[in-house]
């Protein structure tokens, strides 16, 4: 009778022992798991806080396949980039580059020192000579061949064709005025403000200073 007892109890000891190993080495739950956007309730083992999906419930959910060959097993999801869209296009306006912005800038500089000579000449009557404008134009001429020289986007290009006409507009303007004085015109101070060529040169300039302040072309229909 004590060889029964003996033996229940040893049993009984065995089986709490295999009840908690069994239980320290995994919990299984069913649990929702979400593949490619679709949702299905898969077994998941949970051992030593990390979890274990059960192959066929993830091949399921996945709307794959799942295959044996010898010691091999091969699942097979569709690709995630087949569900999603194309990857978006890269910008095709990223802005200026640094080096066109600085010989863009140094460009317009130059321009608006030329636009103040000629314009304090004629508002202070002053004769219009093309020798004192001469040194102003030239550094437009060469500042504007170092802009090409710098364009690597689309924004460069934009933006030194329209470079290109704020300087020949200004020497457009500046040559009319010069032909006035030659024929020894009276110049009246205030001949600038109404014309027309004038203000778009003035009008494009503040809508380049814009352009170089955001990084950004903006079209303007005053620099053309």
């Not at 022992?17 to 995994?26: D, H």
């Not at 010898?70 to 080096?99: D, E, H, V, Y």
């Amino acid at each position: 009778m004590r060889g029964w007892k003996s033996i229940a109890c040893l049993l009984a000891a065995l089986f709490l022992v295999a009840s908690r190993i069994a239980l320290s080495q995994g919990v299984t739950q069913n649990r929702t798991l979400i593949v490619n956007g679709q949702s299905e309730k898969v077994p998941v083992i949970q051992v030593n806080s990390r979890l274990y999906v059960d192959l066929e419930g993830l091949a399921r959910a996945g709307n794959g396949t799942l295959s044996f060959a010898g010691g091999q097993i091969a699942l097979t999801l569709p690709g995630a980039a087949a569900t999603a869209g194309p990857p978006p296009a890269p910008a095709s306006n990223p802005g200026f580059s640094r080096g066109f912005l600085k010989a863009g800038i140094e460009q317009m500089a130059v321009v608006r020192e030329w636009h103040t000579a000629l314009a304090t000449a004629i508002q202070n009557g002053f004769p219009v000579g093309a020798d004192w404008l001469a040194q102003p134009r030239a550094q437009a001429a060469t500042n504007l061949r170092l802009a090409m020289t710098a364009v690597s986007t689309d924004s460069d290009s934009s933006a030194y064709q329209l470079l290109t006409n704020e300087l020949q507009n200004m020497a457009t303007l500046t040559d009319k005025y010069l032909a006035i004085r030659a024929t020894l015109t009276y110049i009246p101070n205030d001949a600038l403000q109404n014309d027309e060529l004038n203000q778009r040169i003035v009008t494009c300039g503040h809508a380049l200073a814009s352009m170089a302040a955001s990084g950004q072309f903006v079209d303007d229909i005053s620099c053309h």
